[in-house]
């Protein structure tokens, strides 16, 4: 029997979810990037966590963030490279707690 997966912990939800080619001349493909791949993105690459600390705040193994960056980067440098339309959306991920405007794992 597999083992149940372990959901991922996200800070908050994308405010800009759908990106692509302004000049109008999309691929007419849409590449959908999940909610804990944009988190780990975000993480790593914009506030500069490595994959440890990162693994530590989304509540899994430093291997499954490794997977999902992997995975991340492929998909948007396949947008960017190819003027595929890019949406961030679905996943299985728990939102972190709130308590009064602060996240109480990350302090956001």
């Known amino acids: 029997m597999a083992r149940p997966r372990k959901r ?3 800070c908050g ?3 800009y979810k759908t990106f692509g080619p302004v000049n109008g001349k999309d691929s007419g493909e849409t590449i ?3 909610v804990e791949e944009y988190e780990t993105i975000r993480l790593i690459d914009l506030e500069g966590l490595e ?4 693994a530590n705040r989304m509540g899994v193994a430093r291997s499954t963030v490794q997977r ?3 995975v991340a ?3 948007i440098a396949d947008s960017i490279v190819n003027g595929k339309v890019l949406k961030i959306e679905g996943g299985d991920y728990i939102l972190c707690e709130l ?3 602060t996240c109480i794992s990350c302090g956001r």
């Open 32 to 34: 959908i990037l999940s």
């Open 68 to 70: 999902m960056y992997t």
């Open 99 to 101: 308590d009064r405007e």
């Open 13 to 15: 939800l994308p405010i």
């Open 73 to 75: 980067k492929q998909k």
């Open 8 to 10: 991922r912990r996200v």
């Open 51 to 54: 994959q440890e600390e990162c």
